[in-house]
């Protein structure tokens, strides 16, 4: 059986070479055997899965690093099987039309996430 692992993604990590978003490091966790891998949208994190999300430039010992598209890393995990959720209420307080988002990104209500978490082996958060 699968390890079950949720990971609430709710924005960028502000201590990352450039504002990334983490979704690229959970391609690990996608392809690793016996691993199925739930990434939550949540908090800040919901505008990462816009279809024009970016996230700003940075570097690493003077050398720039390109800026980061988070749709390309999330289509890589949907791609693989990966479920990506975005939370409702955190679209709805942004003022993020649902649409918006890139397919595949499938929506959950906030009070829906104990269960998910309940159900999961092991939870992983990432917070800016």
Partial sequence: MPT???SLLRGADAGAARAADPAL????YAVAED???TLVLKDAGVELGLQRAT???GSVAGVEVPVSEPATDLLALLGSGVTVLAVTEDLTARG???????PG????AEQELSALI????VTLATTS
């Fill in 55 to 57: 996230a700003r430039p």
């Fill in 118 to 121: 309940s159900t999961s082996d």
């Fill in 35 to 37: 691993v199925e891998l």
């Fill in 25 to 28: 490091d959970l391609n690990a």
């Fill in 105 to 108: 990104i499938d929506l959950v």
């Fill in 96 to 102: 993020l039309d649902p649409g918006a988002l890139l």
């Fill in 4 to 6: 079950r692992v949720l």
